[in-house]
């Protein structure tokens, strides 16, 4: 089977490396990182990792450029071999720079060609599609049309943990994306001055703990009757006795809201990590850590979404003295505001483009003195 793991756009090289240290031989592209394996191998990336937003099994692509090859080219896909006959198969779509730019138009003939398929190959008329839920997606880029079949289900950032959205919260998959770009290891202490819900700190911790990002939730391939239910409990109860929950780390974090810390408070105990993480109300101006090895990450407001530029400029002033107040320290930083680096005092030794939501931002990451 081809397989894609979708990423956002800047973390297609930290998804492709998940899957190599999972063991596929995975290749970076626009969108995502490809492997080929098996449906237990599906199974395997979607318990394990942790900055991908799904995995998709891709059924064929063809470049097309009219509704009758788009038509032929679906009908060409075997689905009789991997639909039962209740199977609920909806079809989605996306266009994007292509000759066929009408998404209905595509969506619909997808499914039509899917069902005609169906009819000529199992000699049946009526699709109940009362059964397992199937979801296909039908992609047209640069007029290369591409069917795939979901195996993830609830986007893979749904670990289960966060249940209640604070204000501009991160993404899990873009934490724990930006908890493996920076320097930070476990034996370094890791703070998060601007905690917010405290999804930093968690995906910390759970690399820390080396914890499969979906051990607690299920996927949409589990309902399917070609998935090899056995091989998955196998994996899953592996990925259980992988799991350190006393793993050797120390995380802080603290946030100048008292709303935002109680949300927080409740992601960290929905996490199973009130009693690893500590955190507390502070403005970051007065935050000080008597430690040797630190390592800031954060995601601070950026003067777009929260707060106004001259809070964030402000915010921005206060992170780059917390570094010089810690010697020693790094301060790795998400933020859309292009004056960060004047504001904070402070370089950057790398950066990386990425996005965070629909809004571009820069990765920052600095180590060196300011
Ligand atoms: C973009 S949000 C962080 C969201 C967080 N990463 C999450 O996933 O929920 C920015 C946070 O910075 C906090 N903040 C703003 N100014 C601050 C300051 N001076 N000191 C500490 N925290 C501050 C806000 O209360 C807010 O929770």
Redesign the pocket.
């Given at each position: 089977m081809d397989l894609i793991a979708t990423a956002a756009f800047g973390l297609e090289g930290v998804v492709k490396q998940e899957l190599q240290d999972l063991g596929f031989d995975a290749k970076a592209e626009q969108g995502g990182a490809r492997f080929e394996s098996d449906l237990t191998g599906a199974f395997k990336a979607n318990l394990w990792l942790a900055c991908a937003d799904r995995v998709l099994w891709i059924l064929g692509e063809q470049k097309v450029t009219s509704f009758e090859a788009l038509f032929d080219f679906v009908s060409s896909i075997p689905f009789e071999d991997i639909l039962p006959k209740d199977a609920s198969f909806p079809v989605n779509g996306n266009c994007v720079r292509s000759r066929l730019m009408s998404v209905s138009d595509c969506q619909r003939i997808a499914k039509k060609a899917i069902v005609e398929r169906l009819k000529r190959t199992c000699k049946v008329n009526w699709f109940p599609e009362t059964g397992a839920r199937y979801p296909f997606t039908i992609t047209l880029h640069k007029d290369i049309a591409r069917l795939t079949l979901d195996t993830s289900g609830e986007a893979l950032h749904r670990r289960g943990y966060r249940t209640w959205v604070?204000?501009?919260?991160?993404r899990e998959t873009l934490?724990a994306a930006l908890i493996r770009l920076s320097p930070w290891t476990p034996e370094q202490t890791l703070v998060?001055?601007?905690?917010?819900?405290?999804?930093?700190l968690i995906e910390a911790a759970f690399m820390a703990m080396d914890r499969a990002s979906g051990l607690n939730r299920s996927f949409i391939m589990e309902d399917w009757a070609q998935t090899d239910l056995a091989a998955c409990q196998r994996l899953r109860e592996q990925a259980k006795q992988l799991f350190m929950p006393d793993a050797q780390f120390e995380i802080f974090g603290?946030?100048?809201?008292s709303e935002?810390l109680s949300?927080?408070r409740r992601h960290l105990r929905q996490a199973n990590l009130q009693n690893r993480i500590r955190i507390a109300q502070?403005?970051?101006?007065d935050?000080r850590l008597a430690r040797d090895k630190i390592c800031f990450i954060?995601?601070?407001?950026?003067g777009e979404?929260?707060?106004d530029r001259q809070?964030a400029a402000?915010?921005a002033r206060?992170l780059g003295d917390l570094k010089r107040a810690h010697p020693g320290a790094a301060l790795c930083a998400i933020t859309a505001d292009q004056s960060f680096e004047k504001h904070a005092r402070c370089r950057a030794g790398s950066r990386r483009r990425l996005y965070n939501g629909r809004l571009e931002c820069e990765f920052l990451v600095m180590k060196g003195d300011c």
């Open positions: 604070g204000e501009a919260p991160l934490a998060d001055p601007c905690c917010g819900s405290g999804t930093l603290s946030d100048i809201s935002a949300l927080c502070s403005d970051l101006k935050f954060t995601n601070p407001p950026y979404r929260l707060g809070e402000r915010v206060a």
